[in-house]
């Protein structure tokens, strides 16, 4: 059975930092690629960042750029968001995700979130 | 690139047809078009990829189809678990995008 499990979500003031884990089981985890999507409660999915096997591809939304890094571990079957410079407009559940290879596009697994909120 | 759903809303009767459709402000590859289903409390459910693939376990009733910036999501018959938000999806240059949603409620 596939799992993605997400923990480190909580609240945090702007300006601050925040790690999002995300542990995988139950698929070949270092040939997927891995995305992180965010949602606030009641409004639309909002893409965030993906990284492929050997986080030779990483991208992200023009949102996040140059304040979150996604990385991961394919020895611990785990990927990780790390938040800087938090906003407000940054608060939101995190779904951990995996999309199917080769185009790592179609997220076929996600976890079932984890929730960031900014404030003071 | 910026996706636009229609509608916004659509409520219908079970057994009957829904037709959604995703629209994007300029071309893209069908390869990186994907159609969600969420309902509320859940995380999203992918139900078509590559604009026409239905993923694992997806029933034949919902079909995806379309090219260039015009995609269809169509269920050709919904059952009461059909009744969510459908969101679709894409890649360009390795970022991605989803467009807003369009919820189909029972009328």
């Known amino acids: 059975e596939v799992q993605l499990v997400e923990s480190g979500g909580g609240l945090v003031q702007p300006g601050g930092s925040l790690r999002l884990s995300c542990a995988a089981s139950?698929?070949?985890?270092?040939?997927?690629?891995m995305h992180w999507v965010r949602q606030v409660p009641g409004e639309g999915l909002v893409w965030v960042s993906r990284?492929?096997?050997?986080?030779?591809?990483?991208s992200y939304a023009d949102s996040v750029k140059g304040r979150f890094t996604i990385s991961r571990d394919n020895a611990k079957n785990t990927v990780y968001l790390q938040m800087n410079s938090l906003r407000a407009e940054d608060t939101a559940v995190y779904f951990c995700?995996?999309?199917?290879?080769?185009?790592?596009?179609?997220?076929?697994?996600w976890g079932q979130g984890t929730l960031v909120t900014v404030s003071s | 690139i910026v996706l636009t759903q229609s509608p916004g809303t659509l409520s219908l009767s079970p057994g009957e047809r829904a037709t959604l459709s995703c629209r994007a402000s300029q071309s893209v590859s069908s390869n990186y078009l994907a159609w969600y289903q969420q309902k509320p409390g859940q995380a999203p459910r992918l139900l078509i990829y590559g604009a026409s693939s239905r993923a694992t376990g997806i029933p034949d009733r919902f079909s995806g189809s379309g090219s260039g910036t015009d995609f269809t999501l169509t269920v050709s018959r919904l059952e009461p678990e059909d009744f969510a938000v459908y969101y679709c999806?894409?890649?360009?240059?390795?970022?991605?995008?989803f467009g807003p949603g369009s919820k189909v409620d029972v009328k």
């Open positions: 995700a995996g999309a199917l290879p080769p185009s790592g596009t179609a997220i076929a697994y």
């Open positions: 990284s492929n096997s050997d986080e030779s591809i990483r």
């Open positions: 139950g698929f070949t985890f270092s040939t997927y690629w």
């Open positions: 999806q894409v890649h360009d240059r390795s970022v991605g995008f």
